[in-house]
């Protein structure tokens, strides 16, 4: 009986002292991890901004951040925000979580619908003569203000070698606005054929206010 009295003992005072200890230090508190996102249109493409509005406790600072893009790629890590290229669209789980100036770690998850947010329709036209021109509509999908789109269409003779091309600029598309456009042949030439047309670069509002659309290069 005195064994068994002894071993009880030992577990209320084990108990006691565990009480003691979270009453004295409380629940551990963690960074609180959040993030927003943009379409990066720099080259029109399904390039993404990721910005971190994480927060962590007083006293402390966020020092490392862990990006998981939900589509296999490897995870990122991180002081800064990050820009991430989708090979499709559709909706992706993207994980962001912190970690602090104490070791301590918080994350968050948010389905981000990716799609390309300058959209060209496919009925456009080409219009042979002086000059040559394609003309079509192109659309806001996003949800956010389009400040500038750069539509480029290239032109081609009947063997498809590349002739010369043509850009046509459309500002201020507010989301779901559509706008018409007509993209002329920098350079005449009798024998153009065919042409294709797509989103070179787009400028969202919702976008970093460094970012500059680069020059065009040769492709």
Same mark, same amino acid.
């Given at each position: 009986? +005195?064994?068994?009295?002894?071993? &009880?003992?030992?577990? @209320?005072? %084990?108990?006691?002292?565990?009480?003691?200890?979270?009453?004295?230090?409380?629940?551990?508190?963690?960074?609180?991890?959040?993030?927003?996102?943009?379409?990066?249109?720099?080259?029109?493409?399904?390039?993404?901004?990721? +910005?971190?509005?994480?927060? $962590?406790?007083?006293?402390?600072?966020?020092? %490392? %951040?862990?990006?998981?893009?939900?589509?296999? +790629?490897?995870?990122?890590?991180?002081?800064?925000? *990050?820009?991430?290229?989708?090979?499709?669209?559709? *909706?992706?789980?993207? +994980?962001?979580?912190?970690?602090?100036?104490?070791?301590?770690?918080?994350? *968050?998850?948010?389905?981000?619908?990716?799609?390309?947010? $300058?959209?060209?329709?496919?009925?456009? @036209?080409?219009?042979?003569?002086?000059?040559?021109?394609?003309?079509?509509?192109?659309?806001?999908?996003?949800? !956010?203000? %389009?400040?500038?789109?750069?539509?480029?269409?290239?032109?081609?003779?009947?063997?498809?070698?590349?002739?010369?091309?043509?850009?046509?600029?459309?500002?201020?598309?507010?989301?779901? !606005?559509?706008a018409t456009f007509a993209v002329r042949a920098e350079?005449?030439?009798?024998?153009?054929?065919? &042409?294709?047309?797509?989103?070179?670069?787009?400028? $969202?509002?919702?976008?970093?206010?460094?970012?500059? *659309?680069?020059?065009?290069?040769?492709?």
């Amino acid at each position: 009986m +005195t064994r068994r009295r002894s071993g &009880a003992r030992v577990i @209320l005072l %084990l108990g006691s002292c565990l009480i003691l200890l979270v009453g004295c230090f409380g629940p551990v508190e963690r960074p609180v991890a959040d993030f927003t996102w943009c379409p990066d249109g720099t080259e029109g493409r399904l390039d993404y901004w990721f +910005t971190s509005m994480s927060t $962590a406790p007083a006293g402390a600072s966020i020092e %490392l %951040l862990r990006w998981e893009f939900g589509d296999e +790629t490897p995870a990122v890590e991180t002081y800064w925000d *990050v820009v991430h290229r989708f090979v499709e669209e559709r *909706v992706y789980s993207v +994980t962001l979580t912190v970690t602090d100036s104490r070791g301590v770690s918080g994350y *968050v998850t948010k389905d981000v619908v990716v799609e390309m947010a $300058a959209f060209v329709h496919s009925n456009w @036209l080409l219009t042979l003569g002086y000059p040559p021109t394609v003309s079509g509509i192109v659309e806001n999908r996003y949800t !956010e203000r %389009l400040d500038e789109v750069t539509v480029r269409a290239k032109f081609y003779d009947a063997d498809g070698v590349r002739l010369t091309d043509g850009r046509f600029v459309v500002r201020d598309l507010d989301p779901g !606005e559509k706008a018409t456009f007509a993209v002329r042949a920098e350079e005449f030439a009798s024998y153009i054929f065919h &042409a294709t047309v797509d989103v070179e670069s787009f400028v $969202a509002e919702c976008g970093p206010s460094w970012v500059v *659309v680069p020059a065009a290069d040769g492709d």
